[in-house]
């Protein structure tokens, strides 16, 4: 999952950006309204959090480029603001969520994977193929009875390739979803990440790469 966000106070939104990529998410961070819309132009993001009291372009502005654009991405709110108009004026320009500060960030996290889920078309929580059982609310992978530890960007391929049901996901989609905007796009990080976890998987393989075109399982 590939996560944007947007806050001005910028120990809070390293703090938030750090906690999240522990959780195996791709995230970039910026501290204003204008850097954010520049962002959703030109990257693919699955959920945006986003503070509303922005400098140089407020967060509804934001909010509603968002949604101008026709971009599946959803818009988790965030505000100092705890009264329901406020709320309910967030929700009217199109967020998807809100919640005001100060927040837990375990409800953070578990709003953030709830919005994840609708970006996406629907999926059961729990994934499983080819023996393989991914839990992404437990950060857990079972296969065949056997609990497999994996690293944050393992954990994040594997849920990509599981998404995609059989399809073939390129090495530029998972760099897109499993990692964040500073990973030099020519680095063979996928293609080792990808080594790893199958070792990790174990026998029989279930990872296949497809020449010239990308990995599924």
């Known amino acids: 999952m590939r996560v944007l966000v947007v806050e001005d106070e910028h120990l809070l939104a390293d703090a938030v950006a750090t906690g999240l990529r522990r959780e195996g998410m791709a995230v970039d961070v910026v501290y204003d309204g204008g850097a954010a819309e520049e962002r959703v132009e030109v990257n693919d993001y699955d959920v945006i959090v986003l503070d ?33 108009s406020d709320r309910v004026e967030g929700l009217e320009i199109g967020a998807d969520d809100y919640l005001p500060k100060p927040f837990a960030f375990t409800e953070l996290v578990a709003r953030v994977r709830a919005l994840g ?16 059982r991914l839990d992404p609310n ?16 393992e954990f994040a391929v594997l849920e990509v390739l599981m998404r995609a049901e059989g399809a073939v996901v390129s090495a530029e989609q998972l760099l897109e979803k499993a990692w964040d905007e500073h990973t030099d796009p020519f680095t063979n990080v996928v293609r080792v990440t990808v080594m ?12 296949t790469t497809v020449p010239g075109a990308g990995y599924r399982i």
């Open 196 to 207: 790893t976890l199958r070792r990790r998987l174990g026998e029989p393989p279930v990872i």
């Open 52 to 84: 509303r009291d922005l400098p140089v372009l407020h967060g509804d502005d934001v909010c509603r480029r968002v949604v101008d654009l026709g971009l599946p991405t959803r818009i988790l709110m965030l505000t100092a603001a705890g009264d329901v």
């Open 117 to 132: 889920r609708r970006s996406a078309p629907a999926l059961p929580p729990v994934l499983e193929h080819a023996g393989i």
């Open 138 to 153: 437990r950060r857990e992978v079972v296969r065949d009875g056997r609990l497999i530890h994996l690293a944050p960007k």
